[in-house]
C-alpha cells in the first residue's frame, strides 16, 4: 500500500516495549535463551517471527548479516571451548539508550579448561 511513499520522518522501533510485553513473549522477565531458536519445534517459547529484526527485513536487510551472525557464533565457539563462564554476581540490570546497555560492565568469572 505505502510501497512509494517517502515517509518524513524518523521510524523507531520500540524495542523496549515489545521485548518487554506479554503480547510477543512468554514470560518476558525470564532467562530464556532457546525463544530465539525460531526452527526449534519443541521449543515452549513461541515468538513472533517479526518481533526482533536487529538487521532490518526485505530489500533494505543489512549485507552483512551473515558475516556477523557467523563472526559471533564462532567467537561463542571459541570463549566456550576454551572457558567455563560463570555469572555469580546480581541480576543483570540495562539501560536503554536507544539500545540496551548494562548499567555495570559484566562481571563473568571465566576457568580455563
Same mark, same amino acid.
Request: include cysteine; glycine fraction near 2%; charged fraction near 25%.
Given at each position: 500500500?505505502?510501497? !512509494?511513499?517517502?515517509?518524513?520522518? !524518523? $521510524?523507531?522501533?520500540?524495542?523496549? $516495549? %515489545?521485548?518487554?510485553?506479554? &503480547?510477543?513473549?512468554?514470560?518476558?522477565?525470564?532467562?530464556?535463551? +532457546?525463544?530465539?531458536?525460531? &526452527?526449534?519445534?519443541? @521449543?515452549?517459547? &513461541?515468538?513472533?517471527?517479526? %518481533?526482533?529484526?536487529?538487521?532490518?527485513?526485505?530489500?533494505?536487510? @543489512?549485507?552483512?548479516?551473515?558475516?556477523? +551472525?557467523?563472526?559471533?557464533?564462532?567467537?561463542?565457539?571459541?570463549?566456550?571451548?576454551?572457558?567455563? %563462564?560463570?555469572? !555469580?554476581?546480581?541480576?543483570?540490570?540495562?539501560? $536503554? @539508550?536507544?539500545?540496551?546497555?548494562? +548499567?555495570?560492565?559484566?562481571?563473568?568469572?571465566?576457568? +580455563?579448561?
Amino acid at each position: 500500500i505505502l510501497e !512509494h511513499y517517502l515517509f518524513q520522518t !524518523h $521510524v523507531i522501533f520500540p524495542h523496549l $516495549v %515489545v521485548s518487554n510485553s506479554t &503480547k510477543y513473549f512468554q514470560n518476558p522477565d525470564t532467562f530464556m535463551p +532457546e525463544r530465539w531458536i525460531k &526452527k526449534d519445534k519443541d @521449543c515452549p517459547a &513461541k515468538t513472533h517471527p517479526f %518481533v526482533s529484526l536487529p538487521f532490518g527485513f526485505g530489500r533494505r536487510t @543489512c549485507l552483512g548479516r551473515r558475516f556477523a +551472525e557467523v563472526e559471533l557464533q564462532i567467537l561463542l565457539a571459541k570463549i566456550f571451548r576454551k572457558y567455563q %563462564v560463570e555469572y !555469580h554476581y546480581d541480576d543483570f540490570r540495562y539501560k $536503554v @539508550c536507544p539500545t540496551y546497555i548494562p +548499567e555495570n560492565p559484566p562481571k563473568f568469572r571465566m576457568i +580455563e579448561r
